[in-house]
């Protein structure tokens, strides 16, 4: 689905209608030819991958603020007063910084609804982490980021995104797609109203999935749950989900998965034989070296749930989740 000639309404109800996390992605990652010089930089992980998890709504804002393809290209120029401009590299009259900006601004009702976004690397408009900037004519010393993405993010703080390339570590691709889910679900409680008791229940069912990213955060977010009257409910929610999201920036180590995973097992240590505990422990050992990944313990203790079912383990994401998305 692309939004550069359609209405937000529309890009809206078919989100609904899939009943899917919508993301918004670069056009030319989707196989569009808007790049300046009329081609492409399609991305299969995306295209292939991602299509049946997401709804994928592609945003090309250098076609969509009135760039022809091709177009002269543009790039970052540090400008008077530390500012950042997006202008021609052949022609520096043009200037297109504002329009970037104001596009993010009119599309901010859907970009609201988003639950992730995967951004074209070293775009000028789009790129996240370290975009060139060029400080004199040739030359560049710093590092920016691109001026419709950082409109995007400064709008929507919470959203998980990543650019194309950082999504060929499998970790980072895992990480990326488990933050979307979530933030689907918190941004779904918050649309049907979120109450005490969602939120409260938000925070049960993420519970695992928190203690692996940072025990620490763990804890601290407890304290905006526990004793939450109607009356705070929205500033210590916003608060909560604010450093939530950033937790869910730490990649779990080994240890700190086996943690969890040694936690969980403490729930059906008066089921499970002898020998299945044995069996969990063997795997374990062998996730901790590596031989094999985590889903396979935790597959295993999918199976053990199935004999002995535990509605509180059952309600945890960390577990529902647990075989590759």
Same mark, same amino acid.
């Given at each position: ?5 359609? +209405? ?11 009943? /899917? ?29 991602? $299509? ?28 008077? $007063?530390?500012? =950042? ?12 910084? @504002?329009? /970037?900006?104001?596009?993010? =601004? #009119? ?9 992730? !976004?995967?951004?074209?690397? @070293? ?8 975009? %060139? ?9 710093? +590092? ?5 993405? *950082? ?10 995104? *990543? ?9 980072? %691709? #895992? ?24 939120? *409260? ?28 009257? $109607? %009356? ?36 059906? %240590? ?15 050992? $062998?996730?901790?070296?590596? @031989?094999?990944?985590? *889903? ?11 004999? !002995? ?17």
């Amino acid at each position: 689905m692309s939004l550069v000639n359609q +209405s937000k309404d529309e890009s809206y109800v078919a989100s609904e209608s899939k009943r /899917l996390p919508s993301i918004g992605v670069s056009s030319c990652l989707m196989g569009q030819p808007v790049r300046f010089d009329g081609n492409h930089k399609k991305n299969n992980l995306v295209t292939e991958y991602l $299509k049946d998890k997401f709804n994928l709504v592609s945003i090309c804002p250098e076609v969509a603020i009135g760039m022809g393809v091709p177009r002269q290209p543009i790039r970052l120029m540090q400008a008077e $007063k530390n500012t =950042v401009r997006a202008l021609g590299v052949r022609d520096h009259t043009l200037d297109v910084t @504002d329009e /970037l900006r104001n596009f993010a =601004v #009119d599309i901010a009702p859907t970009l609201a609804t988003f639950s992730g !976004y995967i951004f074209k690397k @070293d775009s000028p408009s789009c790129g996240v982490f370290g975009v %060139k900037l060029y400080e004199t004519e040739g030359m560049s010393a710093k +590092s920016g980021r691109g001026i419709f993405a *950082e409109q995007v993010l400064r709008a929507n703080p919470n959203m998980p995104v *990543e650019e194309e390339g950082r999504l060929n570590d499998l970790e980072l %691709k #895992d990480n990326f797609i488990r933050r979307v889910f979530i933030y689907h679900d918190w941004q779904s409680r918050v649309r049907q109203g979120l109450t005490c008791h969602s939120f *409260e229940e938000f925070h049960r069912i993420h519970k695992f999935t928190l203690l692996a990213h940072d025990q620490h955060c763990y804890r601290q977010l407890g304290k905006y749950v526990a004793g939450c009257t $109607k %009356k705070e409910l929205k500033k210590r929610s916003e608060c909560y989900i604010a450093e939530f999201m950033n937790a869910l920036k730490n990649i779990p180590t080994v240890d700190q998965n086996i943690n969890v995973i040694m936690h969980i097992m403490g729930f059906l %240590k008066r089921d499970l034989t002898s020998t299945d505990k044995a069996e969990l422990v063997r795997t374990m050992n $062998k996730y901790r070296v590596g @031989d094999v990944s985590r *889903e396979v313990p935790l597959t295993l203790i999918s199976h053990h749930l199935k004999n !002995y079912p535990n509605q509180y383990l059952s309600s945890q994401h960390y577990l529902n989740h647990a075989m590759p998305i």
